[in-house]
C-alpha cells in the first residue's frame, strides 16, 4: 500500500477549515467573528484615554509607581540636601555618576520623571473622586429602594407569624429601625431601611486625602526652604541667607520674608559610654542655645537635642553632627598677633573623631616686614593613643588627652586670585613647607596651653609658664613667627528648615487613615420588614431579610438582633394545632416564602 500527497492541492494551514468543509470546520469549536472596528477618531481616544486614567487601576498604579520612585531619593545622595555627598560619589563612581545625573537620580523630587508621575497620580485621583463624589450626593438624596417581591432570595432571611395587626408591626419596625440609625421608607405593606453610608464617605474621605497630602508634597517643594550652618561655641547665627553656610530653596520660596530669628549656642554636652562593649558609644548629644525670635529680640533659653529640633517662627532647628575646634593664636615674625581663634576640625573618624583642619593667615609678614603668608595642616585628636609610635590616632572621642600636630606652609596662599577656596583644604601649589636644620618637614605635637599643667603635672610637680609654653607652642623657622593650642571648642552643625506643607501633610495622612478605617470597617447594608395579613384568621406574616454589599456574617448576625428587637411589638402568635389534613400551598400566594435558585430582579432593589 502506498500513500499518494499532492502538494499542489494541500491547503494552507490558515484556510484549513474553509477547504475542508464540515470536517475542518469542526477542529475549533470558537464563533467565527467578522468584526470591523471602528475609528474612534481623535475625540474618541481622547475619550479612551481619560477613561484609563481616571480608572482605579491606573490610579493604584501610578500610586505605586510614586512609591518606587522615592527610594532612589532615600538611597542615592541629593544635591539639595547634601551636595558634598553627590560630589564624592561621583568622584568614586565616575560611569555610574554620570548614568544617575542624565536620569536625575541626585535630584529625584524635581526630576522630570517623578514630576509626571505626580501629576498624573493628582489628575487620575481627581478624575476618579468628581464622578463618584456626585453619584455618592445622589445615593444620599435617594430613599431606600423598594423591598423585593419574595424576600426568601435575599441572603439573610426570617420569619415568623404574630397576633398584631400589620400596621402596628410596621409602626414598631420603623421606630425600631429608626432608633438604629437607618434611613426609612415606608411604602405599602412594607418599610423598606438602609444604613452604611459612611462607606462611601470613607472611601472619598481617603482618596481627597491623597490628593490633600500630593498638594501638600508640591507646597512644600515650592515654597521650602533649608540651609546648614556651622556654629562654634559661643558663636550665634541670624537667619538671613548671608548668614548660612549651604542654602537651597523651592522656586516660589522669597528670601525677603525670612522670619527674624538667630541663636548663640552657649554649651554643648556630649557623653559616652566609657565601660564595657560598647565603650566610646555616645549617650548624650545637647547643644544649649539662647535664642531670639521677631523684631523685640526677647531671648529664651533651650537645649536641641538629635531628633528634638527647636521650633522657631515656623522654622525647625535641628541638630546634626558636633566636632571640635582648636583655639589657636598665630603670631608672624614681627611677634604681632595675626589670627586668634576657633577653627572647625571635620572629624576622620567619627567614632572617636580625629579631625583634620587648616588655618590659613594671608596677613602674616616676616620679621623683616615682607609679605609672608602662613598656612598649618594640623590633626587633631580628643584622646591621644599614639604615644611612642609616631602616629596620630584617637582612642576615645571625649577629650581626655588632646593633642594637635601641625605642619607649617609659608608663601602665597593664593586667596587674592578672587576664586573661592574650601576653608577645610589647603592649597599648596604657591606653597613651601618649612623644614628644620636637618632637612626634614618641619612639624610638632602640640599640648592645649589652658590643660598642658594638668596633663603634665601629674606626677606632683609644677610646671614654669617656660615650660608650658615650650609644650603648647611651635615656632617657625627663620623667626617668621609661631603658632600656639590655646585650648578646645566644640561645634555643632545645626540644619533649619521651612517646610510650610507638613501641617497639611499631617493632616491629610490623618484623614486618609480615617477614611480608610470607615470604608474596611463600615458595612453598607439594607434591611426590608414586610408585614400582610395571612387570611381571614387573623394572623399577620412578619418577614424580614438582610443584603449587604459585600457578604459577611455580619449582616445575617444583624439581622437576628434586629428580630429579636422587633419580637415584643410582633409577638409570635401560637402554633395552630395540626388537623392531619395540611393543605397544599398555592403557589400563587405571595404570604408563603418559596425559595428560588433565580436570582433576584435587581430593579426590585435585591441588589445594592
Given at each position: 500500500?502506498?500513500?499518494?500527497?499532492?502538494?499542489?492541492?494541500?491547503?494552507?494551514?490558515?484556510?484549513?477549515?474553509?477547504?475542508?468543509?464540515?470536517?475542518g470546520s469542526q477542529l475549533s469549536t470558537a464563533p467565527k467573528e467578522d468584526i470591523s472596528l471602528p475609528s474612534l477618531g481623535p475625540i474618541g481616544w481622547a475619550r479612551w484615554f481619560w477613561r484609563q486614567l481616571t480608572s482605579m487601576r491606573v490610579a493604584l498604579l501610578l500610586l505605586f509607581l510614586l512609591s518606587i520612585g522615592a527610594i532612589p531619593g532615600s538611597l542615592i545622595p541629593q544635591t539639595s540636601i547634601d551636595p558634598v555627598k553627590v560630589d564624592e560619589f561621583k568622584g568614586k563612581h565616575a560611569t555610574l555618576g554620570e548614568i544617575y545625573d542624565k536620569l536625575g537620580m541626585f535630584h529625584v523630587y524635581s526630576s522630570v520623571w517623578f514630576s509626571a508621575i505626580y501629576l498624573l497620580l493628582f489628575i487620575s485621583l481627581i478624575g476618579c473622586i468628581v464622578p463618584r463624589a456626585w453619584q455618592f450626593v445622589g445615593q444620599l438624596r435617594g430613599r431606600p429602594p423598594a423591598a423585593p417581591r419574595r424576600l426568601t432570595r435575599?441572603?439573610?432571611?426570617?420569619?415568623?407569624?404574630?397576633?398584631?395587626?400589620?400596621?402596628?408591626?410596621?409602626?414598631?419596625?420603623?421606630?425600631?429601625?429608626?432608633?438604629?440609625?437607618?434611613?426609612?421608607?415606608?411604602?405599602?405593606?412594607?418599610?423598606?431601611?438602609?444604613?452604611?453610608?459612611?462607606?462611601?464617605?470613607?472611601?472619598l474621605l481617603f482618596h481627597v486625602a491623597l490628593i490633600v497630602m500630593l498638594v501638600a508634597f508640591a507646597v512644600g517643594s515650592l515654597w521650602k526652604s533649608e540651609g546648614g550652618k556651622l556654629v562654634t561655641e559661643g558663636d550665634g547665627f541670624s537667619n538671613s541667607l548671608t548668614q548660612y553656610d549651604d542654602f537651597s530653596s523651592g522656586p516660589f520660596f522669597d528670601t525677603d520674608t525670612m522670619a527674624p530669628f538667630g541663636f548663640t549656642m552657649d554649651s554643648f554636652d556630649a557623653t559616652y559610654e566609657r565601660t564595657g562593649p560598647q565603650k566610646g558609644t555616645p549617650r548624650t548629644f545637647r547643644a544649649n542655645i539662647t535664642y531670639f525670635t521677631g523684631a523685640d529680640g526677647t531671648e529664651h533659653k533651650k537645649s536641641i537635642e538629635v531628633n528634638t529640633p527647636l521650633d522657631i517662627a515656623g522654622n525647625k532647628v535641628y541638630l546634626l553632627s558636633h566636632g571640635y575646634s582648636p583655639v589657636v593664636t598665630v603670631k608672624d615674625g614681627r611677634g604681632k598677633v595675626v589670627y586668634h581663634g576657633a577653627v572647625p576640625f571635620l572629624p576622620q573618624d567619627p567614632k572617636n573623631f580625629t579631625s583634620s583642619g587648616v588655618v590659613k593667615v594671608p596677613g602674616a609678614r616676616s620679621k623683616?616686614?615682607?609679605?609672608?603668608?602662613?598656612?598649618?595642616?594640623?590633626?587633631?585628636?580628643?584622646?591621644?593613643?599614639?604615644?611612642?609610635?609616631?602616629?596620630?590616632?584617637?582612642?576615645?572621642?571625649?577629650?581626655?588627652?588632646?593633642?594637635?600636630?601641625?605642619?607649617?606652609?609659608?608663601?602665597?596662599?593664593?586667596?587674592?586670585?578672587?576664586?573661592?577656596?574650601?576653608?577645610?583644604?589647603?592649597?599648596?601649589?604657591?606653597?613651601?613647607?618649612?623644614?628644620?636644620?636637618?632637612?626634614?618637614?618641619?612639624?610638632?605635637?602640640?599640648?592645649?596651653?589652658?590643660?598642658?599643667?594638668?596633663?603634665?603635672?601629674?606626677?606632683?610637680?609644677?610646671?614654669?609658664?617656660?615650660?608650658?609654653?615650650?609644650?603648647?607652642?611651635?615656632?617657625?623657622p627663620n623667626g617668621d613667627g609661631s603658632i600656639t593650642f590655646e585650648g578646645i571648642k566644640t561645634w555643632a552643625s545645626f540644619k533649619i528648615t521651612h517646610q510650610p506643607g507638613n501641617g497639611l501633610a499631617l493632616t491629610g495622612a490623618v484623614a486618609a487613615l480615617l477614611g480608610l478605617a470607615a470604608s474596611l470597617f463600615i458595612q453598607r447594608r439594607r434591611v426590608w420588614v414586610r408585614a400582610e395579613r395571612a387570611d381571614d384568621s387573623g394572623v399577620t406574616v412578619v418577614e424580614m431579610a438582610g443584603l449587604g454589599r459585600s457578604e459577611s456574617a455580619r449582616v445575617a448576625e444583624e439581622l437576628a438582633a434586629l428580630a429579636d428587637e422587633l419580637t415584643p411589638g410582633a409577638p409570635p402568635a401560637a402554633a395552630a394545632p395540626d388537623t392531619g389534613d395540611e393543605p397544599a400551598a398555592s403557589a400563587e400566594d405571595p404570604t408563603e416564602p418559596t425559595d428560588s435558585a433565580d436570582p433576584a430582579d435587581p430593579s426590585e432593589g435585591a441588589r445594592t
Open positions: 500500500m502506498s500513500t499518494k500527497t499532492d502538494t499542489t492541492d494541500e491547503p494552507d494551514a490558515a484556510d484549513q477549515g474553509g477547504d475542508l468543509g464540515l470536517a435575599l441572603p439573610a432571611y426570617t420569619t415568623w407569624r404574630t397576633g398584631a395587626a400589620p400596621e402596628q408591626v410596621l409602626d414598631a419596625a420603623e421606630r425600631m429601625l429608626k432608633k438604629r440609625r437607618f434611613r426609612i421608607r415606608r411604602e405599602g405593606t412594607a418599610v423598606a431601611s438602609e444604613k452604611g453610608y459612611l462607606r462611601e464617605a470613607g472611601n623683616d616686614g615682607e609679605r609672608n603668608q602662613l598656612g598649618f595642616q594640623a590633626l587633631f585628636v580628643p584622646t591621644f593613643g599614639g604615644k611612642n609610635s609616631g602616629s596620630m590616632f584617637s582612642q576615645f572621642p571625649a577629650p581626655d588627652f588632646p593633642v594637635l600636630s601641625v605642619n607649617a606652609w609659608h608663601g602665597d596662599l593664593g586667596m587674592d586670585s578672587g576664586l573661592p577656596q574650601n576653608v577645610y583644604q589647603l592649597d599648596t601649589k604657591r606653597l613651601k613647607q618649612y623644614k628644620d636644620a636637618s632637612g626634614d618637614f618641619f612639624k610638632k605635637m602640640l599640648l592645649p596651653k589652658d590643660r598642658a599643667a594638668k596633663m603634665l603635672g601629674h606626677s606632683g610637680a609644677k610646671l614654669t609658664p617656660q615650660e608650658i609654653e615650650a609644650e603648647s607652642t611651635m615656632k617657625l
